[in-house]
């Protein structure tokens, strides 16, 4: 049995990270570890878009794929490309918003959609294709039928994530050098948990995971990392250090081990407020990026995102990570009722936080998040490709040119100018260009 794992390409229209962060594939890599007995593939249409090349010199039973928001027409294009070539192979899509959405993919050309964590299904859907025994017992999927999918009993989260095997990160070796974050390359991922706890009404992640926060063991996680070549590491959570005590234990078990790599890891503020030696800690091992979700600069707009959350935590926080030369990539969220002063106000504060690495993403209703069920008939699109964090698909109080000039107009000021390493200017370049040329300003 022949199985082909497929990173969707990037989208035509939208707006990506891609130029200055290209991570692994981390999710298909697990899973190829799943189906180790089989043989399996990976083509990462990021970086190689050959698709009918690798249809035909490898000839898969299985083709699956993953999708994104903003991914899903292309997701959608290669499942339809794979069945022209040959109708007899199995199609299957998954990931975040297949979990959110499995109704989006109600095609002809989808075979099985997988609603959740795919370990367990993609092993079972394998299973009953060589067996020949049908789909229909194994629970968390949506399988095509004459008359639209037919869903299976619901399937419960996977409770023990060190009864998960390491990702198979030789299936992506072809493509491992060309794997980045901004000046750190080449770059590997791993994971430590899942889920969070917290209710931001503009995120899906805890609906994904149905807002359960689970981790791998400590001594496991390290067990995996000592595997990975790569000096540079991305920890590929949504909060790597909500759990403090569980921070501490990997940090412990780094250090004793004498690892010596370079970290990304994600946290929330009120977390490094309450904790600060824990940026101390992974400080001394190797942390050199911490990405915080701050959001906004007044109160208000916190409180309006269900963020938890206050100011002075970020405020606070920023310091915290300053003082230990910890690089801060910031996040901030773009309201559609900004006005031009707002803009001002937020390029300035980031200024005067000395923020040398923000990231300004427009506020997006993505599918299945709590502020898309409080906005979707305020809804101007619903091209998912416009889903990409740097449209807006909500009406905007400016007129919309201008609302897009003031916010690259932020990018420019916080990259363009000395003392920004991390992201080269080309990259910066790269990115303010696409901008101007995807909104044709």
């Known amino acids: 049995m022949k199985i082909l794992l497929i990173q969707p390409p990037k989208t035509d ?18 899973l190829a570890s799943c189906l180790s007995e089989y043989e399996v593939k990976l083509l990462d249409m990021r970086l190689e878009d050959d698709l009918e090349t690798t249809l035909n010199d490898f000839k898969p039973d299985i083709v699956g ?20 070539f040959d109708q007899d192979i199995l199609t299957i899509i998954g990931g975040h918003h297949a979990t959110l959405m499995p109704q989006d993919f109600d095609k002809k050309y989808i075979d099985i959609v997988a609603i959740g964590e795919g370990e367990h299904i993609i092993k ?17 999927i949506a399988i095509r039928t004459g008359s639209g999918l037919k869903f299976t009993k619901p399937r419960t989260g996977i409770l023990d994530l060190d009864s998960l095997p390491f990702a198979d990160r030789q299936i992506s070796a072809r493509y491992r050098d060309k794997y980045f974050r901004g000046t750190w390359k080449p770059a590997a991922a791993i994971y430590s948990s899942r889920g969070c706890p917290f209710r931001c009404d503009f995120c899906a992640m805890w609906k994904v995971f149905k807002g359960k926060f689970r981790i791998r063991t400590a001594a496991k996680l390290v067990d995996e990392l000592e595997t990975i070549n790569e000096k540079f590491i991305n920890f590929s959570d949504d909060n790597t250090i909500q759990n403090v005590k569980y921070a501490e234990e990997i940090y412990s078990e780094i250090k004793s081990r004498n690892i010596k790599k370079t970290y990304k890891l994600y946290g929330r503020s009120d977390t490094i407020v309450k904790h600060p030696d ?15 979700g701050l959001e906004a600069f007044k109160d208000s707009d916190l409180k309006a995102r269900n963020k938890n959350n206050t100011i002075k935590n970020n405020e606070e926080a920023i310091k915290i990570l300053h003082k230990n030369k ?4 910031a996040y901030f969220l773009v309201d559609q009722n900004f006005t031009k002063e707002d803009f001002r106000d937020l390029s300035l504060y980031v200024e005067g936080m000395n923020l040398s690495h923000p990231v300004f993403t427009v506020l997006t209703p993505f599918p299945g998040t709590d502020l898309y069920e409080k906005r979707f008939k305020d809804l101007t699109t619903n091209n998912y490709e416009m889903f990409d964090i ?10 919309l040119p201008e609302f897009y000039e003031n916010f690259i107009n932020l990018y420019r ?11 080269s200017e080309d990259m910066v370049n790269a990115m303010v260009k696409k901008f101007i040329d995807v909104h044709h300003l």
Not at 14 to 22: A, E, N, T, V
Not at 65 to 84: H, I, N
Not at 390 to 399: A, E, G, K, Q, Y
Request: net charge positive; glycine share 4%; aromatic share 8%.
């Open 124 to 140: 079972e859907i394998v299973e009953a294709k060589s067996k020949k025994t049908g789909y229909e017992n194994i629970k968390g």
């Open 390 to 399: 740097f449209h807006s698909v909500l009406p905007t109080r400016m007129p």
């Open 326 to 329: 910890v690089e801060v990539v």
């Open 13 to 30: 229209n939208s707006m990506s990270m891609i130029d200055m962060s290209l991570t692994e594939p981390l999710a298909l890599e697990i």
């Open 413 to 423: 000021k916080a990259y363009l100018k000395k003392g920004n390493n991390f992201l």
């Open 278 to 292: 824990i940026i101390e800690k992974w400080k001394s091992i190797g942390m050199e990026l911490l990405l915080i």
């Open 65 to 84: 794929t993953t999708a994104f928001t903003a991914e899903v027409y292309k997701a959608s294009k290669v499942l339809e490309s794979v069945k022209k």
